[in-house]
């Protein structure tokens, strides 16, 4: 085995561990606190919902379990069993940008096969046993055709762009092709609220009556421009709720889905949606966008580098010659997708450090514009009930799967800025 085999092989068995072991101590932890209600929660929820939200948490966690093993047999296979070089080969990689690209977004549909029946049972298993699914059979398959066409539609022709700048622009392909891909990823934030969104969900606007009133009358009071607040209804699917801000420009639009709207009084909804604005003014929106736009430079980058090493191929079985003729820029790029997470894994704490503070300014963002905590303290004990979430998680699994601080953190933030 060549010795970046050796290497990515490790890293992967690393990750594999670390994540049994973040959610063994996650289990022990939760199990903890599963007799008796710890003090702190006394209030926010009672005693039979809150252990019912200890046994979603810990279904959740066990299952977890069995997919990340899973996906890691599945990555150490398909990376060392030489099946890459072996479709490469027979499927006449190579004969064109076309079916180049063809191969790719093949090679990407049938990677994800495997994972369908666990996104089965996750719906229809977990999430009916806890009361949250309200999606079909058919309406699953069919929302499943629908990303595939997308993926077709938007995504496959993307990708022979992206090939084709390999071939016109030499050296500095990467550069051009960061440029289309943010390109690319912008018009979808404009499309995106118009067009892909309603293919799934049916938006309307918010009816006339206090909660319209009272919601644009914050917008006006924050100066946050939109065009509508829209209702989505996201409980054809889930019981969970949500509330986001989509678009830019003209174009920005509040969405609140019919099941937040159900569970929360006008006072919280309008809290919620305060610290929505929140993220919108102190511009989180556009330094997460930053930060995406530097991932896409850094992948971009590290596959041109990648491309040029010939360790990098024979690790996993690839031929390496000169020339985008024999497409090595295209199966440095398959091969950069299959081990980016392995890295990413081991950075998600430091970047949801970063997306909690974020949450913590927009919370005292929407404190701040209510004049008090309290609206909001309540709506987030809401959601936390009606979501079961998990109230007392390891910090250490908090670190690598969190991106919003808990609910007592979240509190305690709050009152102290009041």
């Not at 008796?36 to 200890?54: H, N, Q």
């Amino acid at each position: 085995m060549q010795p970046f085999a050796i290497v990515a092989l490790a890293l992967i068995l690393a990750r594999a561990v670390a994540e049994l072991w973040l959610s063994r101590l996650n289990r022990r932890y939760v199990c903890t606190h599963r007799n008796e209600m710890p003090r702190a929660f006394r209030g926010i929820m009672d005693e039979s919902t809150y252990r019912r939200s200890i046994d979603y948490t810990l279904a959740k966690n066990r299952f977890g379990n069995i997919v990340n093993v899973f996906d890691a047999v599945v990555l150490i296979a398909v990376l060392f069993s030489g099946l890459l070089p072996w479709a490469l080969g027979k499927f006449g990689f190579g004969t064109s940008i076309w079916a180049t690209a063809g191969f790719l977004f093949l090679a990407g549909i049938t990677l994800s096969i495997p994972g369908l029946p666990f996104d089965w049972y996750a719906q229809f298993k977990i999430e009916e046993r806890f009361g949250f699914n309200t999606t079909s059979m058919k309406m699953w398959i069919v929302d499943r055709l629908k990303g595939l066409l997308l993926a077709v539609v938007f995504g496959y022709p993307l990708l022979v762009l992206v090939l084709k700048l390999i071939e016109w622009t030499g050296a500095n392909w990467w550069l051009w092709a960061t440029a289309v891909v943010v390109a690319f990823q912008l018009l979808l934030m404009l499309l995106a609220p118009a067009i892909i969104m309603p293919l799934f969900n049916k938006f309307t606007p918010l009816g006339e009556g206090a909660l319209r009133e009272r919601l644009f009358a914050l917008a006006r009071r924050t100066s946050f421009p939109t065009r509508s607040i829209e209702v989505m209804d996201g409980s054809k699917r889930s019981r969970h709720s949500n509330a986001f801000f989509t678009g830019f420009g003209r174009f920005r639009k509040i969405v609140l889905f019919d099941t937040l709207i159900a569970q929360l009084t006008d006072l919280e909804l309008e809290s919620v949606l305060a610290h929505e604005i929140g993220h919108y003014k102190k511009r989180h929106v556009v330094k997460l966008l930053g930060v995406s736009i530097a991932g896409i430079v850094i992948a971009f980058a590290t596959i041109a580098w990648l491309a040029r090493q010939q360790w990098f191929y024979h690790a996993f079985s690839f031929e390496y010659r000169v020339g985008f003729a024999t497409n090595v820029i295209p199966a440095a790029m398959l091969l950069f997708v299959l081990l980016a997470g392995t890295i990413t894994f081991w950075v998600s704490p430091f970047i949801h450090i970063w997306s909690r503070r974020f949450e913590y300014d927009a919370d005292a963002f929407a404190g701040a514009t209510m004049g008090e905590p309290q609206s909001l303290i309540q709506a987030l004990r809401k959601l936390s009930e009606k979501n079961l979430s998990n109230l007392t998680p390891h910090p250490f699994y908090s670190s690598f799967y969190y991106s919003h601080p808990t609910l007592l953190e979240r509190e305690r933030a709050l009152q102290m800025t009041s």
